[in-house]
């Protein structure tokens, strides 16, 4: 689905990523830990094609295609979509005309909205006055209207309260064709990995998203490298326990 090749990444003359090297197979969620400052946004914008990030070395293959300098728009075509940590404010556009947009008729509005209690906000601007669990929820339904094949979330916890959270987690596992974690009240999806055909990268700070949302591969982005790989859960109690500086150090 993914794949990064010795990937540097410039941002006003300075370095903030070098050399990342990462592959995400259809079917496949991955989580990205990193300190603040360590270039998750950098690494997820540069997927997106921002032009404020500037590809100096590497490449980017999404679906077999070299995308490495294609626009936002034409890889959002193609099937990658984003949702923001701190997205913007849209005056004079409707959530109703947005999500009518995102959907390219695939779907019915309020529909799309239902699935994550989102009605009453469908003829507000977009983003304009929401709360930080009501700015995640708009952008989720962005995304279930694109329909993504490769879904980049940036900190989709940030900002949530606890009861948004699990509606979030819920629209996330809905979006990549997943189960829900153990112990939730869930209908199963009931579709094993190699059935699945969705993707999707996690960018997490504090780690939460993990009790809702299952994960099959962990990275630690730290200093600007991919320092380490494995086992989602396993790195964050690493990380919990000494740190990023120290868990960059153990073989996981």
């Known amino acids: 689905m993914l794949r990064v090749l010795d990937l540097t990444v410039v941002v006003d003359g300075k370095v903030i990523l070098e050399d990342i090297n990462l592959e995400i197979n259809p079917g496949e969620t991955h989580v990205l830990f990193g300190p603040n400052g360590s270039g998750k946004s950098t690494l997820l914008g540069t997927l997106i ?13 999404f679906k077999g295609e070299d995308i ?9 075509r193609r099937g990658l979509g984003l949702l ?3 997205p913007p404010t849209i005056r004079g556009l409707t959530m109703r005309d947005m999500i009518n947009i995102c959907s390219q008729g695939r779907g019915d509005v309020e529909q799309f909205a239902a699935r994550l209690n989102f009605e ?6 977009v983003n304009h006055g929401f709360s ?23 900190e989709p916890e940030s900002g949530v309260d606890i009861e948004s959270i699990a509606l979030i987690g ?12 153990d112990g939730e009240n869930r209908r199963p999806l009931k579709k094993k990995r190699e059935e699945r055909q969705k993707a999707g990268l996690v960018i997490t700070h504090t780690g939460h998203i993990l009790n809702y949302v299952n994960a099959d591969v962990g990275h630690v982005l730290f200093e600007g490298r991919l320092s380490c790989h494995g086992n989602p859960r396993e790195l964050f109690t690493c990380i919990q326990k000494l740190g990023y500086g120290e868990c960059v150090r153990c073989v996981v």
């Open 120 to 125: 009453r906000f469908l003829d507000r601007e």
């Open 132 to 154: 930080g669990g009501e700015l995640k929820r708009s952008e989720l339904v962005q995304l279930l209207a694109q329909d993504p094949d490769l879904v980049l979330l940036d």
């Open 49 to 61: 094609g921002f032009n404020r990030y500037k590809v100096v070395n590497g490449r980017i293959f």
């Open 68 to 76: 490495t300098h294609l626009s936002v728009y034409e890889r959002a």
């Open 84 to 86: 923001f940590q701190r």
């Open 170 to 181: 819920r629209a996330i596992n809905k979006l990549l064709q997943r189960d829900l974690p």
